[in-house]
């Protein structure tokens, strides 16, 4: 008799310590298969970002292509005091915002201003003595008839400013020069009008 009881208690040792470990084996799947989820989201998120960079780099790479785009401000500097209809070329030296060299002194025809295609070109013009208060007003910008190419689409006034003629450039690639004169007025004296013939070229 006292051995079948002892056989019983055994049994049902035996049967608790089984169901325990199924217990414990059924947990330890559970947190594997959680952890395994929260990794793989963990994995899918970082791999977004990875394409979120991706994307950020390229539109930075491609925005870094066109940086270089900007409009063009020619600028006429005239010697108001001393300039007539016979030494035009003496008193009118141009410069731009593009880094080309100013022009020679005498030398107007030489100096070439380069734009962007699909960009603005403006041109204005100051008196060389700052403190002479004469003004001076770009009246207009002139394709020569022998123009060579075509690379401004249109010209008109500055709205927004007295004496700016502004020009929009072309919206394609185009080689070669444009030559063109720039009428500018000094003090609204018509007998003061004056023309002088630079050029342009589109940057490649």
């Not at 060299?101 to 070109?121: E, L, R, Y």
């Not at 689409?153 to 919206?171: I, T, W």
């Not at 394609?172 to 000094?186: A, D, L, P, Q």
Request: with cysteine; net charge neutral.
């Amino acid at each position: 008799m006292r051995n079948i009881i002892i056989l019983n208690r055994t049994i049902k040792f035996v049967s608790f310590l089984y169901i325990f470990c199924c217990l414990i084996s059924c947990d330890t799947t559970k947190n594997s298969n959680r952890n395994d989820s929260v990794k793989a989201r963990e994995l899918a998120m970082e791999s977004e970002i990875i394409g979120s960079e991706k994307d950020v780099i390229s539109f930075s790479n491609s925005t870094k292509l066109d940086s270089n785009d900007k409009d063009t401000h020619i600028l006429l500097t005239i010697d108001t005091k001393t300039i007539n209809q016979n030494n035009i070329s003496a008193k009118v030296v141009f410069s731009d915002d593009r880094s080309d060299p100013i022009q020679n002194p005498g030398d107007p025809a030489s100096f070439t201003s380069v734009v962007n295609k699909n960009m603005k070109v403006y041109w204005s013009g100051v008196a060389k003595d700052t403190t002479s208060g004469d003004e001076v007003a770009v009246l207009g910008i002139y394709r020569k008839p022998d123009g060579g190419a075509e690379i401004l689409e249109s010209l008109a006034k500055d709205p927004n400013k007295n004496g700016v003629v502004v020009g929009k450039v072309k919206n394609k690639n185009i080689t070669g020069f444009e030559y063109y004169s720039v009428e500018f007025r000094i003090n609204e004296d018509t007998l003061r009008t004056f023309l002088v013939d630079p050029k342009l070229k589109m940057m490649q």
